[in-house]
């Protein structure tokens, strides 16, 4: 019988930065939702990013790894308002559909309502992206706006604006 690949979800760490950068590449060419910067950035320079992000109370950058392979993360970032933070997730399309996004943002979730300063997560979605609108409904996030976004690509879509009271 043969072993279930063991999904690990775990703070990067700055040694990561190159598997990192080699993400973002790779999901960039997976979805229009998704947008980085990932070019213009080295790995000693995202490795310094990571260390700074590690040692934050606001920030988050957890790492979903599949049989020793970055597969997905989740990333939390500061709003204008002090007390909301933005979640984000993204999986290589090829991990799709495996629970990997839920398990990210369940731990993103978790950093938030323990470890983080903010009583509030929202995030944006595509209107059009049904899958992760259920999902996220599941978690108990609530749409607070409907609002058009231009995609990586230059389209404009509807989105919406999801939010979760995580203390």
């Not at 080699?22 to 980085?36: A, C, H, M, V």
């Not at 799709?96 to 938030?112: F, K, N, T, V, Y």
């Not at 509030?120 to 609108?133: D, E, F, H, P, S």
Request: glycine share 6%; charged share 25%.
């Amino acid at each position: 019988m043969a072993n279930e690949p063991e999904l690990v979800i775990r703070k990067a760490v700055a040694t990561d930065a190159p598997a990192v950068l080699n993400l973002l590449k790779r999901l960039k060419t997976e979805s229009t939702t998704f947008e980085d910067t990932s070019d213009e950035v080295d790995p000693a320079a995202e490795g310094k990013q990571i260390q700074l992000i590690s040692k934050s109370n606001q920030q988050l950058l957890l790492l979903a790894i599949l049989d020793g392979e970055v597969v997905g993360l989740v990333t939390a970032l500061p709003t204008s308002d002090e007390q909301v933070g933005e979640i984000g997730v993204a999986v290589r399309k090829a991990y799709w559909r495996e629970g990997i996004g839920r398990e990210l943002m369940l731990s993103g979730l978790d950093w938030a309502a323990l470890s983080s300063r903010y009583d509030v997560i929202m995030l944006t979605v595509q209107k059009r992206n049904q899958r992760a609108i259920k999902l996220y409904q599941d978690i108990g996030f609530q749409t607070t706006r409907t609002f058009q976004v231009i995609t990586s690509v230059g389209e404009v879509v509807e989105a919406y604006e999801m939010q979760l009271a995580v203390k």
